[in-house]
């Protein structure tokens, strides 16, 4: 261990194995992660922080050779892992490992249950439950530089330090309110590989003016999207450096036929067309020979008659009772996207998804169904069962 404040730095297979064997008796531990991912696909990681066990340490992935012992901790059913905003944490920790580490809970997540701010940030929780104000200056620091500074170190522990603090204060108030078991299955989904694996059939559904297209072009952008990501990921290169999306929407809108007619693109470089032209024209004709019916295609936009209209108007009065009710801000708990989603029975409403489905969701299904009313009182409305 190079250096030694109120942490470990642990740079080596020894002092690494050492550290969790003495974390390994913990119930829970908090858990970061410094990474860049400005050059690459896959994001490169640079650091990973954890305290627990009254040991706080900052671990060198650049140094280690043998991560199996924390690769144990990861995946160690006793000990729950506790991050904040955790999605890019568990997705780098899945593609370094290979499994994506459980049990865990995310305090952004407990947070939101509980009515704080919406997606509120790590220092602003840490700010409000502690009253400690931590440093903001080396946000944008190169993580992958050796040596770290004093300085920057301390910076990137203090992203766990006061974690569990947070974690032990939002745990008591989920408790005191009964809303601990809403978040079991959004908790459980984190820890799902599904979640972090890309589905490449639906790329395309991400391009920027990709509903211009239909169709054939329709297919030929769809294909092009997984040719880009197969090569993003072979190369270790981000999607944009290969092609752009407004050079998959261009290309499928045209459909080329030729060498000549792909360097016409204006927005297509010279050094593309060199590099891949001829597997672009291959994707264009492979989509041409596809039988039609297995085209992809957008999804039809359901719209809502007067009727329905005012059934959203009405839950959305019922969402905005429930969110005083559970001291929650509205905008937190639903839009009006999720309530139209939920009246026209579409599983992409959140509203029948993990907490917002206890605290609300469930609710307003029975009113949708009839097996609950509205009645006012005192200038108030409320739900009631029939």
Avoid at 110 to 136: F, P, R
């Amino acid at each position: 261990m190079s250096q030694k404040r109120d942490y470990d730095y642990i740079d080596s297979d020894g002092s690494l194995a050492q550290f969790c064997r003495a974390l390994g008796g913990a119930e829970c531990c908090a858990i970061d992660t410094e990474f860049i991912r400005e050059s690459t696909y896959y994001p490169e990681l640079a650091l990973i922080q954890i305290a627990g066990n009254d040991l706080l340490a900052c671990i060198d992935p650049l140094a280690i050779g043998d991560f199996t012992p924390l690769a144990g901790i990861l995946v160690n059913d006793k000990l729950l892992k506790v991050f904040h905003s955790s999605s890019q944490d568990l997705e780098i920790l899945y593609q370094k490992f290979g499994e994506v580490p459980g049990p865990v809970f995310d305090t952004q997540l407990a947070a939101a249950v509980l009515g704080y701010n919406h997606q509120i940030s790590y220092a602003d929780l840490v700010q409000q439950v502690t009253g400690i104000a931590l440093e903001k200056k080396h946000t944008r620091a190169n993580w992958m530089r050796r040596p770290l500074s004093g300085d920057e170190l301390d910076y990137a522990m203090d992203d766990v330090r006061y974690l569990l603090a947070v974690y032990e204060h939002l745990n008591q108030k989920l408790e005191a309110t009964r809303r601990r078991g809403w978040l079991d299955r959004d908790l459980q989904a984190m820890s799902d590989p599904a979640a972090y694996e890309v589905d490449k059939q639906e790329l395309w559904k991400r391009l920027k003016g990709v509903q211009k297209l239909k169709g054939e072009r329709l297919q030929i952008a769809s294909d092009l999207c997984q040719w880009r990501e197969e090569l993003a990921q072979q190369q270790n290169r981000p999607r944009r450096w290969i092609v752009k999306d407004e050079v998959i929407v261009e290309i499928a809108r045209l459909k080329p036929q030729s060498i000549e007619s792909l360097a016409g693109i204006p927005s297509l470089s010279d050094k593309t067309v060199m590099r891949h032209g001829k597997k672009l024209l291959e994707i264009i004709g492979q989509a041409a020979r596809m039988d039609a019916s297995q085209w992809p295609r957008h999804d039809k936009l359901k719209s809502m008659d007067s009727g329905q209209l005012a059934l959203g108007d009405c839950l959305m009065a019922l969402c905005r009772l429930i969110a005083d009710r559970n001291d929650i801000a509205l905008a937190t708990l639903a839009t009006r996207k999720d309530i139209d989603n939920l009246i026209l029975n579409q599983k992409s409403s959140r509203l029948t998804q993990g907490w917002r489905f206890s605290m609300a969701g469930e609710q307003l299904l029975e009113f949708i169904h009839g097996q609950s009313t509205i009645s006012v009182a005192d200038q108030s409305i409320r739900l009631d069962p029939k």
